[in-house]
């Protein structure tokens, strides 16, 4: 029996690409057999309508009644791409799910490769590794790796490296994150606390196809962010740390202040007493903030 593989496409700027990502997707809807001799064929793809600024919601009306297995959903506002994809995930119901941009960078072809890894690797997830350069432009490539970098050292989550938005996610983990996960969430964070196992498959990307990107340097720094905030609680026990810390320390320092007085190194009336207050109350305000925020 064929796998079945429900693709999920958050649509924001699709006007001049995703027609043509939804035909390539039709040679998968009969079933194909993958490079490692598994059948599996697509049964629905998911558009999501992320309110973008162009004639997506045209697009998707006209592909929902060409394809009766094209199912469109519709959000009220912009949610973001990670909002988009969870209310797609939600609506879908094959046994795989596959995650893929409207830009036609994603080559559905590789559905068959990325199935093979999950099926031989035992693994809830497996990312699409781009075996070239994604084409977004050297500043950007580099603005991406640094950051996946920052988040891995900072924290004891997922490998920030592999997270691509080209993905395969088991059925049942990928509904169980839609189920819970919130539009401030970032979604490989969120998947990475419930998959068992998540791996990578190499896959060539291709070209953007001819529409702008929707991100711009505030959405960038927005993305990453999100992604900070929901990587793990290290940094907040750091900030739980460095106000224990201070309390620990603020009787050597009171020791300390008070010699200096004693000794006539300072004559400013109260500032010994301010200084030693200040840093008893800073110590207790960071412990108690990164015990509430954890």
Known sequence: MAHQISVVIPVYQGERTLAAVVEELAASVEPRVS?????YRVTEAVLVHDCGPDGSDQAIRDLADRYDWVRPVWLSRNFGQHAATLAGIAASGGEWVVTMDEDGQHDPDALGSLLDTAMTEQADVVYAAPTNEPPHGAVRNLASRGAKVVVERLTKGAQASDFNSYRLILGEVARSVAAYAGPG??????ISWVARRAVTCPVEMRGEGDRPSGYTMRA???????????????PLRWVSVIGAAGVLLAPIVTVALVTGRALGSWEVPGWTSTMILLMVATGVILFSLGVIAE
């Open 35 to 39: 490079p490692g001799g598994r059948p």
């Open 185 to 190: 969430i970032y979604l490989d964070v969120a």
């Open 220 to 234: 960038l720094v927005s993305h990453f962010w999100r992604l900070v905030l929901s990587s793990g609680t290290r």
